[in-house]
T-cell receptor, first 117, second 113 residues
Framework: DAGITQSPRHKVTETGTPVTLRCHQTENHRYMYWYRQDPGHGLRLIHYSYGVKDTDKGEVSDGYSVSRSKTEDFLLTLESATSSQTSVYFC????????????????FGPGTRLTVL | RKEVEQDPGPFNVPEGATVAFNCTYSNSASQSFFWYRQDCRKEPKLLMSVYSSGNEDGRFTAQLNRASQYISLLIRDSKLSDSATYLCVVNPLNTGGGNKLTFGTGTQLKVEL
């Protein structure tokens, strides 16, 4: 299994509080991703990173920010959590696809279950 | 139209049966195709990549039909342990860099005694 850990694994918080989720990898992969997974929606990309200090928005980025100060760590922050952000959050990593092969597969961390009351 | 569409199921099959899932995708320029498996309350795990020529891994066979823009997964001799949700995955319409993938919502398989 790819070396990806997420912390915390479970969190319950209240509306309006800040929350930071951490993803840590030991694979030295260039790309890192944060997804949320909700019933009926599947996995939706929140933000991704293509290198240290290089990040970009995904399809559901409102209300979230990210930072990547080291290759191995990718942080997801909810500045002021809302009940709509109750979800399961997955981190994933990937390497660059080789020429002509399109994009490479992604490997996922175990997930964080976040409940915002 | 969704970028990746799958029948959500559930597909309830007896142990030993053969079951097939299809998935359609909207971006005719897509080059990367995968099947992932996700167990309840767990992370998605790569099952297999899908190549143009089709590929087989034990009881699992994946095929790609570019003309009709669909991907299939065939599972032979189903086991109880095959019960899971199977996610179809494709590189999206506008990658914009980032090595991104688009995930289908999954097809649920339940293998029964």
């Amino acid at each position: 299994d790819a070396g990806i850990t997420q912390s915390p694994r479970h969190k319950v918080t209240e509306t309006g509080t800040p929350v930071t989720l951490r993803c840590h990898q030991t694979e030295n992969h260039r790309y890192m991703y944060w997804y949320r997974q909700d019933p009926g929606h599947g996995l939706r990309l929140i933000h991704y990173s293509y290198g240290v200090k290089d990040t970009d928005k995904g399809e559901v980025s409102d209300g979230y920010s990210v930072s990547r100060s080291k290759t191995e760590d990718f942080l997801l922050t909810l500045e002021s959590a809302t009940s709509s952000q109750t979800s399961v959050y997955f981190c994933a990593i990937s390497e660059l696809g080789t020429s002509g092969r399109g994009v490479n597969e992604q490997f996922f961390g175990p997930g964080t279950r976040l409940t915002v009351l | 139209r969704k970028e990746v569409e799958q029948d959500p199921g559930p597909f309830n099959v007896p142990e030993g049966a053969t079951v097939a899932f299809n998935c359609t995708y909207s971006n005719s320029a897509s080059q990367s195709f995968f099947w992932y498996r996700q167990d309840c309350r767990k992370e998605p795990k790569l099952l297999m990549s899908v190549y143009s020529s089709g590929n087989e891994d034990g009881r699992f066979t994946a095929q790609l039909n570019r003309a009709s823009q669909y991907i299939s997964l065939l599972i032979r001799d189903s086991k109880l342990s095959d019960s899971a949700t199977y996610l179809c995955v494709v590189n999206p319409l506008n990658t914009g860099g980032g090595n991104k993938l688009t995930f289908g919502t999954g097809t649920q398989l339940k293998v029964e005694l």
